[in-house]
């Protein structure tokens, strides 16, 4: 880890003034105010209607492909997809909206009493992750004294980079703007999510710090836990491993049926060609994907202790998933 002082108090702030907590967490926080209502829905055809938060991308549109097309077994459930990037999503969570949703594994960490983990549909980065990327060729050890536009404070990006960073000062950038902001010189760095890792190269970025290979080399080979599927912990335990049961069954049929979900997915990809689109899916839907196994969860486990140890994650916090 490089070393820094935790408030930062020993540089002037390198980001500018519109950019520290700025407007758009503003407006997030605010829309997430309400609380839910724990009684369930019924969807047109009498069954059980659960909303399912996901990202509008190409790796979470082909593991529910099968559910969208209606091409497995629901058991009687019904699913309203709920679209949104995923620092949303994590402030969604705080109120329960949603009965199953995407969370990163940083944001888990504060709402543990309120969501299990599925043990599926996991994003994990096995050597490699988000980028901190930059204008002008850069040292990692000249991340501290610069302004990093990030996706979201309770994103896995966010944690990881701390832990490899330290404390650095940083402005908050919806997901898919951070390359636009660096470009702009509003920002000196960003911190890279999603299909931005294989396309940064192409808008003459440079890359400084790969957060997945910092950590397989940190941990000695264990993936960086980012994105994971959760849900409400309210729900009878029958519709929890219904739920557990579906899921799993759309993550299997994408997983035989490539071609066709690869296609599907396509349509969430931002300009990324198949090629692209395919390497993409192919980097976080895969066996980790369709059960996290030991290997998965341990990774889980350890960059909880590490953002705990670190003073980042409120609390030791017990990862506990759900069972079919």
């Not at 980028?131 to 501290?144: F, N, T």
Request: charged content about 25%; hydrophobic content about 40%.
């Amino acid at each position: 880890m490089v070393k820094s002082s935790v408030d930062g108090s020993r540089w002037p702030h390198p980001c500018p003034s519109w950019a520290r907590g700025g407007a758009h967490v503003s407006r997030l926080r605010k829309s997430v105010r309400g609380r839910y209502s724990p009684g369930l829905a019924t969807g047109e055809r009498g069954d059980v209607l659960l909303r399912l938060g996901h990202s509008p991308d190409p790796d979470d549109a082909f593991m529910f492909y099968a559910l969208a097309k209606g091409l497995v077994d629901t058991e009687g459930l019904e699913f309203e997809h709920v679209l949104q990037d995923i620092e949303t999503l994590n402030r969604r969570a705080e109120n329960g909206e949603l009965e199953i949703t995407a969370l990163s594994v940083y944001a888990y960490s504060f709402l543990h009493e309120r969501y299990l983990l599925l043990p599926h549909g996991a994003s994990m980065g096995d050597g490699y992750g988000p980028l901190i990327v930059s204008r002008k060729p850069m040292r990692v050890e000249d991340l501290q004294d610069v302004c990093i536009a990030v996706p979201g404070t309770r994103t896995s990006a966010f944690l990881a980079a701390r832990l490899a960073l330290g404390y650095f000062q940083h402005t908050q950038v919806p997901f898919d703007q951070i390359m636009e902001t660096v470009l702009a010189g509003e920002a000196d760095a960003g911190l890279l999510i999603h299909e931005g890792q294989l396309t940064y190269a192409g808008h003459d970025l440079n890359k400084v710090l790969d957060l997945g290979e910092w950590w397989r080399d940190e941990t000695g080979g264990l993936p960086l836990p980012l994105g994971v599927n959760a849900v409400r912990r309210d729900l009878p335990e029958e519709l929890v491993q219904r739920i557990v049961r579906v899921l799993g069954r759309s993550i299997d049929h994408a997983l035989r049926h490539r071609e066709p979900a690869v296609e599907h997915a396509l349509r969430y990809g931002r300009g990324l060609d198949r090629k692209l689109a395919d390497r993409f899916i192919g980097m976080y839907v895969n066996d980790l994907t369709r059960d996290l196994g030991e290997r998965g969860r341990s990774g889980i486990h350890e960059f909880l202790r590490r953002g705990h140890e670190a003073g980042l994650v409120p609390a030791a916090v017990p990862v506990e998933f759900a069972a079919a």
